[in-house]
C-alpha cells in the first residue's frame, strides 16, 4: 500500500509540471483568424442586397426571352448628310434597325439568376470569400452596370483584410490598432547592431608552433 501510494504521488508530481507548462504557453498563433472569413450583420445585409438586386434585374430579360426583339440604333450623319453602311438617313439621324434572338439574351439572364442566388446563399452561410467571388464574377457579366459588384467585392475584401490585420473591420478601429501597434514598435528595446551581426564564432585549430628552428651550417669550403 505504502508503494502504491508512492507512486501515484510520483505521478501526480510529474503531470502537473506538464499542465503547468500549457497553461504558461500563451504564444500569438501564426493561422489567420477565423473571423475575417465570416460576414458580420452590415456586410450580410449589404451582399443580401445585391443579391436581390441581381434576381430582380432578371426580370427585365424574362420579355426579350419570349419573342425577337427589334433594337433601332442611332448614328450622327457626316456634313454631307451621309450615312455609314447599313444606315438610312431618317430627317437628320442615321438609323439601323437590329433583331435580337432570344438566344442573344440567354446568357445573361442564366449568368444573373445563378450567380445572384449564389450569392444569396453564400450571404446566409456568412461566406465572406464566396461572396467576393461571385460579386466579381457577376461584375464582369454585368458590364458598366458591374461596377456595383465590384464596389462590393472591395469592400468585403477590405474589411476581411482588417479583422485580419489588426482584429477590426472599421476604418476608426484599425487606425487605432495600427497606432498602438507601433507605439508597442517604439516601446520594445532595440539590440545592438553588433550583436545582431555577430555570428557564432567557429572553434579555431592549434595555433601554430613558435618554436624556433636554427639554420643548418653549410659545409666550409676547403
Not at 520594445?188 to 550583436?195: D, F
Request: net charge positive; glycine share 8%; with cysteine.
Amino acid at each position: 500500500m505504502i508503494v502504491a501510494r508512492v507512486r501515484a504521488s510520483g505521478a501526480g508530481s510529474s503531470l502537473s509540471p506538464v499542465s503547468d507548462v500549457s497553461l504558461e504557453d500563451s504564444s500569438p498563433r501564426r493561422f489567420p483568424r477565423w473571423g475575417s472569413l465570416n460576414l458580420d450583420k452590415l456586410e450580410r445585409r449589404f451582399s443580401l442586397g445585391g443579391s436581390v438586386v441581381a434576381l430582380i434585374s432578371t426580370l427585365f430579360f424574362v420579355p426579350h426571352l419570349l419573342h425577337n426583339t427589334v433594337v433601332t440604333q442611332t448614328q450622327t450623319p457626316s456634313l454631307h448628310h451621309t450615312c455609314s453602311l447599313g444606315y438610312t438617313l431618317v430627317k437628320s439621324t442615321c438609323e439601323k434597325s437590329v433583331l435580337y434572338h432570344p438566344k442573344d439574351y440567354l446568357v445573361v439572364f442564366l449568368g444573373l439568376l445563378i450567380l445572384g442566388a449564389a450569392i444569396g446563399v453564400a450571404a446566409l452561410r456568412r461566406s465572406r470569400p464566396a461572396v467576393a467571388v461571385f460579386s466579381l464574377l457577376l461584375g464582369f457579366l454585368s458590364g458598366a452596370a458591374g461596377i456595383l459588384y465590384f464596389g462590393l467585392a472591395g469592400w468585403l475584401l477590405v474589411r476581411g483584410w482588417r479583422i485580419h490585420k489588426f482584429g477590426d473591420p472599421s476604418f476608426k478601429g484599425a487606425a487605432s490598432a495600427a497606432r498602438a501597434q507601433r507605439a508597442e514598435r517604439v516601446r520594445e528595446p532595440r539590440t545592438p547592431r553588433s550583436r545582431r551581426s555577430s555570428a557564432p564564432s567557429m572553434p579555431k585549430g592549434p595555433d601554430a608552433s613558435k618554436r624556433y628552428t636554427p639554420k643548418g651550417t653549410r659545409p666550409k669550403r676547403s
